[in-house]
DNA sequence: CGAACTGTTGAGAGGCTTCAAGCCTAGTGG
DNA sequence: CCACTAGGCTTGAAGCCTCTCAACAGTTCG
């Protein structure tokens, strides 16, 4: 159920090119890429849903997950993108919680699963492993604590054009500006927290400002001032 | 600027009640007690603000602290609470990063100011300290996201009978069933996100539903279910 | 080729915000 | 001791932003 058949390439089961894992010694490396299991994952699975009990945490060596809170009326709620280099559920699994997100393919990856005691004798034996994994979680919480606030006070109109912005920072423009994460109406509407149809509405009203422009789950971003300004950055 | 001047009381100079220095061994607690600095903090006092470059983080031995964002046109977002055994400061401390909130004193308080490089020495020393700060961090982090899904979610009326009934579990109630916590019309509206004017209406209605009722600032807790069923727990 | 999902547009309703005006309480200074 | 001021609290009215419902077009995929 959670692991596709085939196996992904050596290059995409290769840790040693996480900012996470640079201060580990030839042992401790040894050890993690020993017990660590990598596999694919094809767009639409689910890794872990929320209630799941985990028993470890996994590397992103490719794709897009989006990490999201099921609320009322099983409406979703976009927490967090994860790509290449970050690592997902590792929040439930540090505080023994059952995991309270769910994360789901968008883009077909490759996920290197880390076991809960490997992870545990990392932090024993290498305190500036410690400390980085320390730093990645704060830095999460920064961006939370941001997100918080521009929830409660920004409009959906500002926070959509912010969030087109961040997602042009997150995940970059091809070489015709047009966004390279694909997403439907609707889960664009479930990042901003806002109703599908407005999602639409707002679109076309930036296209008919010039702002950007759309070809089906394609946006081209055409003005960037415009759009920091749209969301009062 | 910092400081008031009366010093704390030795029991409020204490810091081997804290969860977080359990683990710590007789040299470690040691360094820790001695590189410590305690101070009262009136009302009303900022203990860090917005900007400001952090030299160590705070642990709560008495007292009650806003922490808050600010957003558009200095609107303040309320993002937590800190009581007597929490710590604060340690986010931005961790990260490297200038202050990205500010911390004001709701209730007369105590803080103990550890230094950076005492952090430092702990993590370096002791992991069951490092997996500790983990845990609170990650501890902060699910609540953050929960409070995402709420405000993207949630009416403002279904979010000001959670936030009553978050502050009575966190801040407890008196021998009359009232919030021992005691925040303006304009702070209550801060952590829903909403305006001043929203929460007096919606207050009164939830007086008017017998709910609550209310003195002042003094809101006494009726009933628990009611506010649950409007908060659509 | 049809089913299921996604995207689009319109209309109507209502939750919240904003503005404005007045009241109340507490702290201050004459 | 009392008037006075400032800040907090309350209420009303008006209007807008956003949601919901509904109908339909377009797309994708088995």
Known sequence: MRKNSSLPSTEESDLSGFQLFKKLNNEEYARLDYE?????????????????????????????????????????QIIRFAKKGNIIAYRSLVSRELACTTAKVIDDAVLCH???????YLIRSNWQFSLHMLQIVCQ?????NSYITDI????VRERLAEVLLILKNNFDLDNQNTLKIS????????????????????LSEFKQDKLIELQGRRIKIIDIRGLQKVANI
Chains 1, 2 share one sequence.
């Open 183 to 202: 997403l439907t109406r609707e889960e664009l509407a479930n990042i901003v927290g806002t109703a599908t149809e407005s999602v639409i509405r707002l």
């Open 36 to 76: 660590k299991e990598c596999s694919l994952y094809k767009k639409g699975t689910i890794v872990y849903k929320e209630g799941n009990r985990l028993t470890g945490f996994f590397c992103v060596t490719r794709g897009i997950f989006k990490i999201y809170k099921t609320g009322i009326d099983g409406k979703e």
């Open 140 to 144: 999460e919480l920064r961006e939370a």
């Open 114 to 120: 880390v076991p809960y005691q490997t992870l545990l």
């Open 152 to 155: 409660a006070q920004k409009s």
